[in-house]
Every structure is written in C-alpha cells, then in structure tokens.
C-alpha cells in the first residue's frame, strides 16, 4: 500500500511550472529475494531543502540512497532526479547528482589537488576550468592550503570536508550525502551543517541526507521517516513533533508484564491511548506533569520511574510505528 | 526562515556535457601509476622478487632434472620467457587486487556514480594494470644477456609487443575475476586455482612436447602457452618452438580481445543487487 502522508508544509510546493522536482519517488519498491527492503515509497524533495531520510539500521534507507545515487537498479516503482528516471537514464542522473558516500571515497596515497582532479576529469571537466573548480572548492571547505597534501595525512574532519568539495566539483544541483556526520567531533559537525545552510541558501542547492540520529535529523528543513521500507510520516521536524498532543509521559514499571497491564488500566480508567513497550508504559498527554500525579496515587506500589517530555522525534516514530526505533527487528542487510 | 528564499529558487538542471570516454580512462590509469610508485615496497617487491625467483627456481630445476653439466645455463634460459610471464602475471594479480580495495573504500562508489562510460572504467584501470604489468616485464629484458642472448632491435620490438598483449590479458582476466568480489581472501583463492595453474601450464616451466596426454593438451588450449611461446620465439630464433610467431601472436590477440570483451560485459551488468 502506497503510504502519503502530506504533512510538509504545502507553501513550498510551488516551484517554476515545467521544471521538475530534484526527487520525485512514485511507489518505489525494491527487494531483495523475499525481503521488502522498500515498500511502495512516494514522496517528492522540494527544490533547496535540506531535506532528511531518518530511519533506524533496515529500514530501507541506504536502499534508497542505493537507487537515487544509481549504484542499483529497482525491482518496482520509479525515482526521479530532476525529471529523469533513475533506473532508465542513469547517465543524466548522475550529472545532477553529488554524492557522499559513508564510506571514504577518497584515494590516500594522492593528494588532496589530485583526488579533485581524478573527480574533476571522471565528469569531463579539464585545463582552466577544472583548475577554477578546484580552487573554488577547496576556498569553500578552507582547506585550499592543503592542496598539495597526502589524503593520508589529514585529519577525519578535513577529509570528510574533501569529500564534500569533491563531489561539489561539477557544482551540482543536487547533494546526497549517506550518514555525512559518521565519525565526526561535534566541531565538525556543526561545520557541516554550516556549509550545507550556506549552500542551500546561497546556491539553491538541494540536500538530501541519510540519518539515524534523531539530534541530526532536527536539522533538516523536512523529513521522511522509514520504518520497515514504509513511508511513516513526512514534514518538518516542528510539524511532525507539534501532531503530538501535548507531553508525552513515561511510567517505568517491573516487568513486561507489569507494564502491559498498566497500559490497559490507565487506559480504561483516563480514556487516553497509553501503550506498552517493553517494561516503560507510554502515553500522550496535555498537561503530563498533573497527569502523573494522578496516575502514580491511582496505581500505587506499580510505577517505578516516571518522566515528562515534550515530544521528540522518537516520539513521532514511536507513536507512528507503535515501537522503539532501536528495538526495531533488524533484517539482515541495509 | 530560510525557507523562504527556497520557494523562490527553481530546481537546478545540470547541463554539464556527458564527458567522453578518454578523460576518464586517463585519470583511472593516471591513478594506478600514481599509487604504483608511491608505495615504494611494491616498487621494490615486484622487481626484486621475479630476478629471485628466476634465478633459485631456474638453478633449482635444472641441477636437479638435467644430469648433463652445461644444461643449467640451458634450463635458465628455457625458463627465462617464463619468468617474464610470471612477472607480469603477479603484477596483473597485484593491480587488481586493489580493484576489491576501491571496492570496499568508497572509492569505486565515487567512480560508479559519475556519469562515466563503464569501458571508460575497465579501460582506464586494465591499461593501468596493464602497463605496470609490461614496464616490469619490459626491464626484465635487461636480464637477457644473462642467458646468453643478445638480441636484435627486432626482436626486442616484437619481445616488448608480446608483452604488452601478455600484460593486457593477464590484467583484463583479473579484472573480470575480480570485478565481482568483495573478498581479497576470494581473490587469493581463485588466483591459486586459475591463475597461478595458468601460468605453470603454458610452458614457462616445462614444454608441452615433453608433457604427456591431458596435460599437453590442457597446455596447448592454454591462451597463455601461446604469449610466452611468442616470447621465445622473439628472444631465441634459433631455437624451435611449439608454434610459429604468426600464430601465437594472433591467438594472444585474440585473448586480449575476449578478456577485454568479458571485463566490459561485467561491468555493464546492471542489477537489483547492491552494485558496490
């Protein structure tokens, strides 16, 4: 079943008539053997957003990220890239795409310059203008005095900024960037994210990141969240976390069991939605803090812990999932 | 809100030209000879231990099979267009060992996702393997005059042709066996299973006239009997070989082209499985 949740925000859909949208996914399934690894993924990336694919391990993103770089071709469905079908067309995709991949793709044993170069010539760029390319995008990550070093010698920070000035080089249109923040310090991160406002904002380039971190997630302008290869909400992180009514409360208890007879009690006895996960009970709730007190006098001797938050965006996988994004059943590969 | 300058910005098409086939089949195999002589152990490696071997296994074989005293310097001249063989096949084996390094480094990622002619990948990184493979094989002539040959700028000509075909075989084969793996411990044991048999069986050690039955047989389909066989006829006219020059350079060109037919086809595969 082809899951639409239009939650994003629906000012950003006008863009010029005629152009097409940077990713256009149209019931995009992909298996592998018996396993839906994607299960019929609509949704479209508005042009210059950063726009974020937040999941836990097995939910399908690096499948997806597979499929929209043109490393794989898949089993159903369509994804488009600037209008042109990613499967069908893979040469005009990927001149409008700059990919990062999690993986290093740079060759230490060249230097920085000559890394640039090697990406420069493999999308036909060469003499004066590769040269301009290169220094433009060594300034832009500030690392232009390190051109004429060994990749091996750099820093993680510096070579994960070499990655992004690599795959800026025939200034696309497009960036897909798979876990970009792996391994990096705080610092670096944070540059990061800098860098990739700045070139939404100054540029128009659209940003597409993969993530399994909730705090990095919060960054992007919208997100998708995949749960099992299922679309499971879709907006911005403000939109998403605002659908929860108020708090959301947890109550500790002993056991599972415990917990799962708790939910049922509190939810015949205060007419919310409270649900077991493991040995926590959860449930959604104006005005939480009031709301404990009464539950906890309610059921006494059962409640072990309680806490009060305002909802996160595990909370809005939790609640879209009805499980824990780290508990999830991961199946084999992603 | 940032977004705002968003609704306003229309998506950006790329109109960058499809780049050709050459520019990326230069950078690929500029990059393979970069990496050769930076890591300076693989210079010395690959050099060094061919002249070894040569000379101990070359020593080792003729004292031991041949009673007559003259026939060591014979054996280590029979053995000599073998030892080129092996020196290209190791160093074949070698660059496209790091065919499955790129692969599992992002590297290969990066290449794959460009909007390169898939002949441009095979191209760029079997010539490149290719012609560390036939610089090293081509130095080793240097040797000749060790077993008594001093040979003609003709036949250094047609010794430098065979090699580069011999090169390019060897490197494109390894490619195609490579291509698909994602193990250098794979790669080992297909290397020991196919390649180094090849080697042993073309000739290089022993003659296929001396070898009896199946094996001769085995040695006369071998595609590689046919390259060190044009290496002898190249460094020793004089001396008769299984099969004239003409034939055995038409059939190493002809392998070059299958290998390199097959190394292509590999590449092209698309799939719904995980490219890289």
Request: with cysteine; proline share 5%; net charge neutral.
């Amino acid at each position: 079943m082809a899951t639409m949740i239009e939650t994003g925000a629906p000012d950003r859909q006008i863009f010029s008539a005629g152009a097409a949208a940077p990713i256009e996914l149209i019931s995009l399934t992909h298996d592998y053997g018996s396993r839906l690894a994607l299960d019929h993924l609509s949704f479209t990336v508005q042009p210059a957003e950063i726009f974020g694919l937040l999941g836990p391990n097995g939910s399908g993103k690096t499948t997806l990220f597979r499929i929209l770089s043109t490393l794989m071709v898949p089993s159903g469905g369509t994804a488009r890239i600037q209008g042109f079908d990613a499967a069908r067309e893979p040469n005009k995709v990927r001149q409008q795409i700059g990919v990062v991949f999690q993986e290093r793709s740079l060759d230490l044993k060249l230097t920085v310059a000559e890394n640039l170069r090697h990406q420069g010539h493999l999308y036909g760029l060469s003499g004066s203008l590769l040269k301009t390319r290169i220094q433009d995008s060594l300034n832009r990550v500030a690392l232009a005095d390190r051109a004429g070093d060994l990749v091996e010698t750099l820093s993680g920070g510096m070579q994960r900024r070499v990655e992004l000035a690599k795959c800026l080089i025939h200034s696309p249109g497009l960036l897909l960037l798979d876990e970009p923040s792996t391994g990096l310090d705080p610092g670096a991160r944070r540059d990061l994210w800098q860098y990739l406002r700045l070139l939404r904002d100054e540029e128009g380039v659209t940003v597409l990141v993969t993530t399994h971190m909730m705090e990095e997630a919060e960054h992007c302008d919208r997100l998708a969240i995949l749960s099992e290869g299922k679309l499971v909400a879709l907006g911005s992180p403000f939109d998403l976390k605002s659908q929860i009514g108020g708090d959301v409360v947890l109550f500790e208890t002993a056991s599972e069991e415990t917990a799962a007879q708790l939910a049922g009690k509190i939810s015949d006895r205060f007419l919310v939605t409270a649900k077991a996960l493991g040995k926590t009970v959860r449930l959604e709730r104006e005005q939480g803090h009031r709301f404990v007190t009464e539950v906890v006098e309610a059921f006494p001797g059962v409640v072990e812990g309680v806490s009060v938050s305002k909802p996160s965006l595990e909370d809005v996988f939790i609640r879209r999932t009805g499980h824990r994004f780290w508990t999830e059943k991961t199946t084999g590969e992603n | 809100m940032a977004t705002l300058t968003a609704t306003t910005a229309a998506p950006r098409v790329n109109r960058v030209p499809q780049p050709g086939i050459w520019l990326p089949a230069y950078t690929l195999w500029r990059r393979e000879i970069v990496r050769f002589y930076r890591q300076k152990a693989r210079v010395v490696g690959v050099i060094a231990s061919p002249l070894l071997f040569w000379l101990v296994l070359g020593s080792g074989f003729a004292n031991s099979f041949h009673s007559s005293g003259s026939s060591s310097d014979k054996y280590l001249g029979y053995f000599f267009p073998g030892a080129v063989a092996m020196i290209v096949l190791f160093t074949a084996i070698f660059s496209m060992m790091s065919l499955i390094q790129d692969r599992n480094e992002g590297f290969l990622l990066s290449v794959l996702a460009a909007p390169v002619s898939r002949s441009s990948i095979v191209l760029g990184k079997v010539m490149g393997g290719a012609t560390l493979a036939a610089i090293q094989g081509i130095v080793f002539l240097v040797f000749t005059p060790l077993v008594g040959v001093h040979p003609s700028l003709a036949s250094i000509g047609i010794s430098v042709a065979v090699i580069l075909m011999i090169s390019f075989e060897l490197t494109a084969l390894g490619f195609t066996i490579a291509w698909p793996m994602d193990s250098p411990q794979a790669f080992h044991a297909i290397v020991n299973l196919i390649l180094l048999p090849l080697w042993m069986l073309s000739g290089s050690l022993f003659p296929a006239s001396g070898a009896s039955g199946w094996m001769r047989l085995v040695m006369l389909l071998n595609p590689l009997t046919y390259g060190v066989d044009a290496l002898r006829n190249a460094l020793f006219p004089a001396q008769a070989t299984s099969f004239p020059l003409a034939i055995n350079l038409a059939v190493t060109a002809g392998f070059c082209l299958l290998t390199f037919i097959a190394s292509w086809a590999i590449v092209n595969r698309r799939s719904n499985r995980p490219a890289a």
